[in-house]
Structures are given as C-alpha cells and as structure tokens.
C-alpha cells in the first residue's frame, strides 16, 4: 500500500495549475513536514510581486546562507548542516522561523524557484530523513513543472510562430485570457498584482502587434 508520500507524490503529477499545486499539494506536504509554513516560489513571478524589506532580506544570498546553499549546490539543504547550533536564531528571530528546510526547483538545468518549509524553535529540527524526502519532492515538483510547460507550448498551432515571442509567463497569462478570466483572477491564480498583469499584457500587445485581448486570443489560436 502506498505511503502518505507517495500519494502525494501522484497527485502532484495529476495538478493542473500552480493555484492547485499551492491550494491542496503545498498543504498537505505541510502536514507531511509538520512544519508551521510553508512556501512556494518561482523566480519569474518574484520579480513582479511587491515584497517588504523583511522578505527581500530573507531571499539575499549573503543574509540567508539556507538560501545559498541551495542555489549553489541544487539540493535541499535545513539550518543545522550549514550553521552550528544556535546560529540561525541570530540570523531569523523569527519564532515561526526556528527551523527552516529548503529546496531547489530545476527547469531546463536551471534553478527557476524553490520550496521551503519552517518548524517552531520548540519543535524539533529537520533531519536527514525530511531532506531525503524534500530531495524527491524537488524531482517530482521539476518533473511537474516541465510537463506543464510542455502542455502550455501545445496550445498553439505549429505554424504559429507568435508565440514564440513570449515569454512562458505570457503564454500562460494568454491561456488564461483565452479562458474568460480577468486580470485580477489571473493576478490571484499566478500570484502576482493585476497590475503586473495589465504591464504583461501590454507588453504582449506589442509582441503580437495586437491591441486588444480577442484580437490577441485569435492570432494566437488561429
């Protein structure tokens, strides 16, 4: 019989979107972890959101040597094997924060996000059996991640060569246009502002020589 794992291992490969993978896959692999949070990131969505001074310190290499360790070596990594004991207090005060896990996720041999989890500073640390765990997570969320880019190419027909000036992101957005969805919905489902939605959609115009949404919906599923 399959273990909690496992299980969860399948139904990351049957998620259809991001918003499902944060809304039901994150959750229970929080419970999985038994850790306080839990987090999900992806590089190019990063740089349209609006971050605080805290969370931008959290995400600098030189502050976070978690962080580090994982973009320089691609591999899941929690606070006790890069820090002696009682270091990672000094650098997160955070109570919330007293363990922390994270991991790499790889697209196209690249480090395009990450995912991370975080215990209570009462709660037990991270060992060697949650970051061999967090290590499959990682493969299967990267495998994950490059079939649903695979199936986002496929919407198109061959001979249309527009969409190969945009962006993933942007092919993404547009099935979501093409789906009736507004640009606060999609803002809400990619996890970025609407704002950053109307400046993604302006820029697609431009690529496409479009200047409207059904007009670009057509031109791309001509």
Same mark, same amino acid.
Request: glycine letters at 6%; hydrophobic letters at 40%; charged letters at 20%.
């Given at each position: 019989?399959?273990?909690?794992? %496992?299980? +969860? *291992?399948?139904?990351?490969?049957?998620t259809?979107?991001?918003?499902?993978?944060?809304?039901?896959?994150?959750? %229970? #692999?929080?419970?999985? *972890?038994?850790?306080? !949070?839990?987090?999900?990131?992806?590089?190019? $969505?990063?740089?349209?959101?609006?971050?605080?001074?805290? /969370?931008?310190?959290?995400?600098?290499?030189?502050?976070?040597?978690?962080?580090?360790?994982?973009?320089?070596?691609? &591999?899941?990594?929690?606070?006790?094997?890069?820090?002696?004991?009682?270091?990672?207090?000094?650098?997160?005060?955070?109570?919330?924060?007293?363990?922390?896990?994270?991991?790499?996720? +790889? =697209?196209?041999?690249?480090? +395009? =996000?990450?995912?991370? /989890?975080?215990?209570? !500073?009462? $709660?037990s640390?991270?060992?060697? !059996?949650?970051?061999?765990?967090?290590?499959?997570?990682?493969?299967?969320?990267?495998t994950?991640?490059?079939? +649903?880019?695979?199936?986002?190419?496929?919407?198109?027909? @061959?001979?249309?060569? @527009?969409i190969?000036?945009?962006?993933?992101?942007?092919?993404?957005?547009?099935? #979501?246009?093409?789906?009736?969805?507004?640009?606060?919905?999609? =803002?809400?489902?990619?996890?970025?502002?609407?704002?950053?939605?109307? %400046?993604?959609?302006?820029?697609?115009f431009?690529? #496409?020589?479009?200047?409207?949404? &059904?007009?670009?919906? &057509?031109?791309?599923? %001509?």
């Open positions: 019989m399959p273990n909690y794992l %496992q299980l +969860i *291992f399948e139904e990351i490969a049957q259809r979107n991001e918003q499902l993978l944060r809304e039901q896959v994150m959750v %229970q #692999l929080g419970e999985y *972890f038994e850790a306080k !949070r839990r987090g999900l990131f992806f590089f190019d $969505s990063l740089s349209n959101r609006k971050t605080s001074p805290l /969370f931008e310190l959290a995400l600098s290499l030189e502050h976070n040597p978690v962080l580090r360790y994982v973009v320089e070596n691609h &591999a899941p990594v929690h606070e006790e094997v890069v820090l002696q004991p009682g270091k990672w207090k000094t650098i997160c005060p955070r109570f919330d924060h007293g363990h922390v896990m994270a991991g790499p996720i +790889i =697209g196209n041999g690249k480090l +395009i =996000g990450g995912i991370g /989890f975080t215990r209570t !500073r009462e $709660s640390a991270f060992n060697a !059996r949650n970051l061999a765990d967090l290590s499959a997570v990682c493969l299967h969320l990267s994950w991640l490059t079939k +649903i880019n695979s199936q986002t190419k496929e919407f198109h027909s @061959d001979n249309n060569l @527009d190969i000036r945009l962006t993933p992101r942007e092919i993404l957005i547009a099935q #979501l246009v093409a789906k009736g969805l507004t640009n606060a919905q999609i =803002g809400k489902q990619l996890w970025i502002q609407e704002n950053s939605v109307k %400046q993604a959609l302006k820029r697609m431009r690529k #496409l020589g479009v200047s409207s949404r &059904a007009q670009m919906v &057509a031109r791309l599923y %001509q």
